[in-house]
RNA sequence: GCCGGGGUAGCUCAGCCGGUAGAGCGCCGGGCUGUUAACCCGGUGGUCGGGGGUUCGAGUCCCCUCCCCGGCGCCA
């Protein structure tokens, strides 16, 4: 059994090989049938033909369509009008499955495309997508044990928020009701106290009906905790991590984004660090001089992201935004106790907000302030309120979304296609 | 939640001032020994998203409703 891509490799021609995986596209004319046969590695060109094949064997060839899955066995020749310049002649078939006529063809509209999500992730589109996230998330896990973070394992099932409870997914529990995680911050905050350095791959969940093209319901959550990091030292591991991912899939990943039709020009920046920094101040000064109608105080919209991100050819920073536009955990510039120590990662060309991070407040009575201040109840945060009575340290993390980084470096115009079954604005199908 | 666009054959769509449903592709049958979205001939194809109303007559006009897509807000 050899892999389509070592047809256009390792075996030269008159080789004999067997293949199998599925027709990814047939034409019949006359006595030759012409079959792309796809595997996870490729495509190439399967002739059958009349006299090559047992007697047989030919009634059944000829009923073969698109997706149909077989095994074939033949001899590699090269041939300039074979796409890639190489073909395998059959000289003998097993067939699997001849499949119902397949529904996409290529000319589908979205919502049909959607519900056929199960037929769609085998394009090759889907499949380059599905092999640069791959990719990324190796390479995250890659640094961050290479650099001594401990990887642990937080809860799905929550009691609590963390980002406001609008936006909760809300699941039976016995008798009781809980939570499906929006973020595991609150639990590695926990976890520092004993590994120090900590971080957590896991789903997490938003109920918001967003109809954006940034957002899921359910998507991968990178997050990391460290005790003793102030915020610089977070800012420094999230751009290393980003550099690092974007390497490894300009490494690995060539042939992906050729087929997306990436421009990795684009991408070559970002492998350089540190990447810029400004304040939320110099933000707002600069969306000014652009022309915004934005005041000192009002949140970044989509519309600001975007145009931040004309001034950089590469993920940069903005930091040190108004405390009443963050979340409760995130402390205080001592310096200027209307903005807090956090910041968001931006990436260029538009894509916008990837990583979202802070020194969280580690003063019991501070927190506790906060925590009226916003409206909340003290109880619901007693566990969380605890670790800042027992050996409070200054401790900082971020969580990166690992679906707006695959669509940020694999230049996609939809998050969805940066996850294989995308839950957003509702649908759960298939 | 708000704003905009849409739902007609398996798919992509057309359907004018209301007059009784169309095309291309697919599929089926036939032909073709180099196809690249193959081609040629013949055939097949419909709760016009759902409900109600106006009308002699509704895909078309009116009301209600469901679903989908794009944008904003929220965030990673």
Redesign the pocket.
Known sequence: MVEVREIFSKYGPDSQVVVRGWVH????????I?A?VRDPTGVV?V?F???SIPEDVWPKVK?L??ESSLEVEGVV?E?????GGR?V?AKNVKIYCISP??????????????NVRHLWLRSRRMTAIMKIKHTVLEALREWLLKEGWWEVTPPILTCSA???G??LFEVKYFDKKAYLS??AQLYLEVLIYSLGKVWSLTP?F?A??????????E?W?LEIEGAWYDMEDTMKVAEELVAHAVRRVLEERREELQLLGRDVSKLEPALETPYPRITYDEAIERLKRKGFNIEWG?????????ALTQDFSKPFFVTHFPKK???FYMKLDPNRPDVVLGY??LAPEGY??????SQREDDYGKLLARIREEGMDPKDYEWYLDLRKYGSVPHSG???????LVMWVAGL????DATPFPR????IYP
Not at 25 to 32: A, D, E, L, P, Y
Not at 208 to 217: F, G, M, P, Q, V
Not at 398 to 404: A, I, K, N, Q
């Open positions: 596209r047939v034409f019949k004319v006359g006595g030759k012409f792309w060109q002739v033909e009349k006299s009923k369509t698109r020749r041939d300039p009008r074979a796409p073909e002649l006529p397949f529904p996409i063809r290529g000319k589908e509209d979205i919502e049909f495309l959607l963390v980002e406001g609008a936006t929006q973020s997490s938003r918001e009906k967003s109809r954006t093209r940034r957002h899921l319901s998507y959550h009002d949140d970044l919209g989509a519309d600001e992201e975007r536009i963050k979340a968001d990662l916008g907000e990837i990583i979202g991070g971020f969580g990166l979304g690992v679906e707006r115009d939809h998050i969805r957003w604005r509702g649908r």
